[in-house]
Structures are given as C-alpha cells and as structure tokens.
C-alpha cells in the first residue's frame, strides 16, 4: 500500500467534498492510502485534468468516470498540462 501522489490537488483528500467523517476516513484509508488505481477522482485527473473533476465526485464512483469524460458541459482543462502516470 502506498500514499496517493495526487492529495494535494484532490478535492475529496483536501475536505472540500462534503461527507461523514466516518465514510471520509474510510475513503481515505482506502483510496487515499491504499488502492489510488481505482480512484474515480484519480482516473479523471490522469485522463484529463484535475480542473474536470466534479465538486460532487467521490473516489468510490468509478462508474461516474467515462460520462466525466465524455462530458462536453465541463470545463477542459484546455491549456492546463495532464498529470503525468507516477510509473506505478
């Protein structure tokens, strides 16, 4: 298991999600510092920018992620560079 590289950019890492503390901590236990490959918020920020990602996205909803992205409503991200892969 290893920390996120992503936590400071991450809307859900950084509380500005709202949620119970309790789901929160448990997020973060295994998203955050555990398993990130299956991270919704990850896959966006990878995929596209961190500026894509939904204020109402949490890191469970991986299903969310190609509608995300396929979605021409959101801000691009255009002119911002995409996250490099961590070589992971």
């Not at 936590?7 to 859900?12: A, D, G, R, T």
Request: with cysteine.
């Amino acid at each position: 298991m290893s920390e996120c590289n992503y936590q400071i950019v991450c809307p859900f890492f950084r509380h500005r999600i709202p949620i119970h503390d309790t789901m929160y901590q448990q997020h973060v236990a295994h998203y955050c510092q555990g398993t990130s490959d299956d991270c919704a918020i990850l896959l966006v920020m990878k995929s596209a920018s961190f500026l894509k990602v939904p204020k109402d996205l949490y890191p469970n909803q991986k299903w969310r992620v190609e509608g995300i992205l396929a979605s021409k409503d959101l801000l691009s991200g255009a002119g911002w560079p995409k996250l490099e892969d961590d070589g992971k």
